[in-house]
């Protein structure tokens, strides 16, 4: 009923990564290097691979704005400057 979720290449790496640290001795420089190196592949394993619903949501009403303002132009002429009701993208 339920499948398990097929280990990808980063979820190895984390694997093969805390293997070998279980093997070093705590304290040395080698164990702290691998413990760095887990802790960056863990936060790798923390970001989001999706768009998020908001900004699904928000681009859509966007997308959907556009198209009434350029559906009105075509059958009305607007002498004013339509676009600035368009929101900037953010970076």
Request: glycine fraction near 2%.
């Amino acid at each position: 009923m339920f499948q398990k979720k097929k280990p990808t290449r980063l979820d190895n790496e984390v694997e093969r990564a805390l293997k070998e640290l279980s093997e070093k001795k705590p304290g040395t420089d080698e164990y702290n290097s691998i413990l760095n190196h887990v802790e960056k592949l863990h936060k790798m394993q923390e970001t989001p691979d999706r768009v998020s619903y908001d900004t699904m949501v928000a681009t859509a009403a966007n997308l959907v704005g556009i198209a009434l303002i350029i559906r009105h132009e075509h059958v009305n002429v607007i002498t004013s400057k339509a676009m600035s009701f368009v929101p900037k993208l953010k970076s």
